[in-house]
């Protein structure tokens, strides 16, 4: 149980647990005999009451051992579970290969409003309940949660499992020799920014079979009529056919509207411009700086060591290599998120910015 001011003369005598003298039975004495009374009287002594018992609750959540049968099984019963003082153990897994690529120990520091913890000389990880509500997996070990397609973040109740299961982890690594790795798949037309014409291309066909609005209508039609007046689109884009029919069809269905429509692109038109989207993709080491510009000024350890691992995984499975053009600021990135998870600190200056903000085309 944990101790407050209310139960604290009550409970106390109970504690079987080794105190540190600070919190031994002379200072306990003390507190009950001659400065509880003066409890919310004196700020001084509410002070020093409050923390003593938070000292005193921090001795017993690290010493007395959890009860059987009461392990986790979702968010409420883990807010239950879990103490300020708690040690748990952390494993960063890849799913790709198996393997276990960062480990080590960590201690709940705090309950609320979210769930953080602490690990010697790391910044402080901060997990949302909220978020853990949608996507935690709990199991008879730990708790655990996909962050992208390529990494899990695990926590184990114990070491003993943590040992286990960091040898079973090799066994799927090694399914794949060296030269089995797998290799991402890549888009037949990669480009650091999207034509104007696959964009609209896109907001059309995602149209397709939903309610959209006059205004959704005539927004799109009114941003290719402003393409051809400036000439972003030409009648020799590549594009230009399809970016015509797109207009027509748009002007035809907006003079049939009443308000609001369930938009079908004509099926003799849907296959090909899904084609034509699905053949394009941005740059794989761009679209990781725009993440990171994204990040800047909003960064958290979090969205930093998602960030972080998939610039790695992208540099092992082939989307980024030494003859990307933007190979350079990829390393220049990484470095940044690596420093700022040493320190805690995200320096960028003006000039890097702009630089990584020219190279990705943000702003046009």
């Given at each position: 149980?944990?101790?407050?001011?209310?139960?604290?003369?009550?409970?106390?005598?109970?504690?079987?647990?080794?105190?540190?003298?600070?919190?031994?039975?002379?200072?306990?004495?003390?507190?009950?005999?001659?400065?509880?009374?003066?409890?919310?009287?004196?700020?001084?002594i509410t002070k020093y009451i409050d923390?003593?018992?938070?000292?005193?609750?921090?001795?017993?959540?690290?010493?007395?051992?959890?009860?059987?049968g009461t392990l986790p099984k979702n968010?409420?019963?883990?807010?239950?579970?879990?103490?300020?003082?708690?040690?748990?153990?952390?494993?960063?897994?890849?799913?790709?290969?198996?393997?276990?690529?960062?480990?080590?120990?960590?201690?709940?520091?705090?309950?609320?409003?979210?769930?953080?913890?602490?690990?010697?000389?790391?910044?402080?990880?901060?997990?949302?309940?909220?978020?853990?509500?949608?996507?935690?997996?709990?199991?008879?070990?730990?708790?655990?949660?996909?962050?992208?397609?390529?990494?899990?973040?695990?926590?184990?109740?114990?070491?003993?499992?943590?040992?286990?299961?960091?040898?079973?982890?090799?066994?799927?690594?090694?399914?794949?020799?060296?030269?089995?790795?797998?290799?991402?798949?890549?888009?037949?037309?990669?480009?650091?920014?999207?034509?104007?014409?696959?964009?609209?291309?896109?907001?059309?066909?995602?149209?397709?079979?939903?309610?959209?609005?006059?205004?959704?209508?005539?927004?799109?039609?009114?941003?290719?009529?402003?393409?051809?007046?400036?000439?972003?689109?030409?009648?020799?884009?590549?594009?230009?056919?399809?970016?015509?029919?797109?207009?027509?069809?748009?002007?035809?269905?907006?003079?049939?509207?009443?308000?609001?429509?369930?938009?079908?692109?004509?099926?003799?038109?849907?296959?090909?411009?899904?084609?034509?989207?699905?053949?394009?993709?941005?740059?794989?080491?761009?679209?990781?700086?725009?993440?990171?510009?994204?990040?800047?000024?909003?960064?958290?350890?979090?969205?930093?060591?998602?960030l972080l691992t998939s610039i790695e995984?992208?540099?092992?499975?082939?989307?980024?290599?030494?003859?990307?053009?933007?190979?350079?600021?990829?390393?220049?990135?990484?470095?940044?998120?690596?420093?700022?998870?040493?320190?805690?600190?995200?320096?960028?200056?003006?000039?890097?910015?702009?630089?990584?903000?020219?190279?990705?085309?943000?702003?046009?």
């Open positions: 149980m944990k101790i407050t001011v209310a139960n604290i003369e009550k409970e106390y005598p109970k504690i079987t647990a080794k105190l540190p003298e600070k919190l031994g039975k002379e200072e306990f004495e003390n507190i009950v005999n001659k400065q509880l009374k003066y409890y919310n009287k004196s700020e001084g923390t003593f018992i938070e000292k005193l609750n921090d001795v017993l959540a690290k010493e007395q051992p959890k009860k059987k968010i409420d019963s883990l807010k239950a579970y879990l103490e300020e003082g708690q040690e748990l153990f952390y494993q960063h897994i890849n799913n790709n290969s198996g393997d276990i690529e960062l480990e080590r120990k960590v201690r709940v520091k705090s309950l609320s409003p979210d769930l953080t913890l602490k690990s010697v000389g790391k910044p402080d990880m901060i997990i949302k309940y909220s978020f853990l509500k949608n996507v935690a997996k709990f199991d008879k070990d730990g708790f655990s949660y996909g962050v992208g397609h390529d990494t899990t973040f695990r926590f184990l109740w114990n070491t003993k499992v943590a040992e286990k299961t960091k040898k079973k982890a090799p066994k799927s690594a090694s399914k794949k020799t060296s030269t089995e790795k797998k290799q991402a798949k890549r888009k037949p037309n990669e480009v650091d920014l999207m034509p104007l014409e696959v964009k609209i291309i896109r907001r059309y066909i995602n149209f397709h079979n939903k309610k959209v609005t006059e205004r959704q209508v005539s927004l799109l039609y009114k941003t290719i009529q402003k393409a051809a007046t400036e000439k972003t689109i030409r009648k020799t884009s590549k594009y230009a056919d399809e970016i015509q029919k797109i207009g027509n069809d748009l002007a035809k269905t907006y003079k049939e509207m009443d308000g609001i429509c369930t938009f079908i692109v004509p099926e003799s038109m849907y296959s090909k411009l899904k084609e034509i989207v699905d053949g394009y993709g941005i740059t794989p080491a761009i679209a990781l700086i725009k993440r990171f510009i994204n990040l800047y000024g909003n960064i958290t350890v979090d969205k930093a060591k998602r995984n992208a540099k092992k499975n082939g989307k980024v290599t030494t003859s990307d053009k933007a190979y350079d600021k990829i390393n220049q990135v990484q470095k940044h998120l690596e420093d700022y998870l040493e320190s805690d600190k995200l320096i960028v200056t003006q000039i890097q910015l702009r630089g990584l903000e020219g190279l990705a085309s943000l702003g046009k």
